[in-house]
């Protein structure tokens, strides 16, 4: 049974960073793209970034770019987000996502974790 957990939210003052992990199991890494979406409350759940089985790296929202990045290891079946510099608006629940290849579309990938939350505030 293909399986995501995210980890590694939390609070955290603007300008900071933190990096959140998607362990995948029941399932080879190597042949998904792994994508990262958020939720902001009221908000509908948008995609930010994804990464390819090639390592590709595809932004799907422009406030990020130069802040966030995605990497994998996939010995270690995880994915990670690094986000610095961030800001309040980068509130909410973050989601990992797998699929063959990589999209923004929410509605193209069948396999999400739980979610972990991210909260910017002083």
């Known amino acids: 049974q293909l399986q995501l957990v995210e980890s590694g939210g939390g609070l955290v003052q603007p300008g900071g960073s933190l990096r959140l992990s998607c362990a995948a199991s029941?399932?080879?890494?190597?042949?998904?793209?792994i994508g990262w979406f958020r939720q902001a409350p009221g908000k509908e759940r948008e995609g930010v970034l994804c990464?390819?089985?090639?390592?590709?790296?595809?932004y799907y929202t422009d406030s990020v770019k130069g802040r966030f990045t995605i990497s994998r290891d996939n010995a270690k079946r995880t994915a990670y987000l690094q986000m610095n510099s961030l800001k309040p608006e980068d509130t909410g629940v973050y989601y990992c996502?797998?699929?063959?290849?990589?999209?923004?579309?929410?509605?193209?990938?069948?396999?999400w974790g739980q979610g972990t939350q991210v909260t910017v505030s002083s």
């Open positions: 996502a797998a699929n063959l290849y990589c999209s923004g579309n929410v509605s193209t990938f069948g396999s």
């Open positions: 029941g399932f080879t890494l190597d042949y998904y793209a």
């Open positions: 990464i390819s089985t090639s390592n590709r790296i595809t």
